[in-house]
């Protein structure tokens, strides 16, 4: 199950706000899109990947952010919570989640 936030970033903080993804460890793929829905770039967030993988990725992320005024940062998490519910079979309920302005969450 994985589930995809959607934030709303000023170019100047996307590099941030990117980084700051990345440390929180349970995100598998980030999508930057411009504010008109046009995917920019995407790309694949594994575990144990290190700072030098990462490296032309942020070079990458920094250029496009001189360029942006706003975007979107598209952010698929695994659930681990959810995972652990299905395989010991107990049934699921849907929770709805408090979100904050600028901030989208779908549940796959």
Known sequence: MSIKETFTVTGENLLKRIKELIAEGNVTKITITDKNGKEIMNFP?????????LAPIFAAVGAIAALLTECKITVERTDKAAETEENTEVPVTPQTEEKSE???IEVH
Request: aromatic share 0%.
């Open 45 to 53: 967030v594994t575990l144990g990947v290190i700072g030098v993988v």
């Open 102 to 104: 600028g901030t989208t």
